[in-house]
């Protein structure tokens, strides 16, 4: 994806400046929010039964049910635990014939889970046994580890607390 430079560059850090100045309130002035927070989330698997292999049994996060799509005749609806209560919900479509994944507007570009230093190392290692490629630590990014799943979705392993970016706190 080409990137801006030179003065269109300047001008989306100026936007970016005007945004932060306008909607960025310090964190005493910010209003709760209105949810109590991620459910789950819900994407989409081209193979049920791999995308179970890869996320149980590669990444360790538990399947916890895995039922008929309420909405769609034939379709599953499954969900894994990623912790902190949070899940991570797949729906199947079969008969259905899905494009390639494409990074475009609307689309989800990536899911970041917040991992601990050791489970970090635990998750890199499984990823290399495997054979998984991966974009992070000696590959050109410190503290996260970037893979796709096999439907094409983006997954980041952020050796950060929750609540975090960058070692900063986020949430009040």
Known sequence: MPQPEGAQLEAVRARRADLREKY???VAARPATTVRGVHHLAL??????ETIRFYQDLLGFPLVELVENRDYAGSS???????NGNLLGFFDFPGHEHPEFQETIGAVQHLA???SPEEFEA???RLDEA???YLGPDRGVDNSLYIRDPNGVGLEFYR???????GEPLLG
């Open 77 to 83: 609806h499954f969900f894994f635990d990623i912790g």
């Open 24 to 26: 960025l309130h310090a």
């Open 123 to 125: 998750a890199r290692k």
């Open 113 to 115: 889970l917040s991992t």
């Open 160 to 166: 950060e607390e929750l609540g975090k970016f960058e």
């Open 44 to 49: 989409i698997s081209k193979d049920v039964e």
């Open 131 to 133: 054979g998984v490629e």
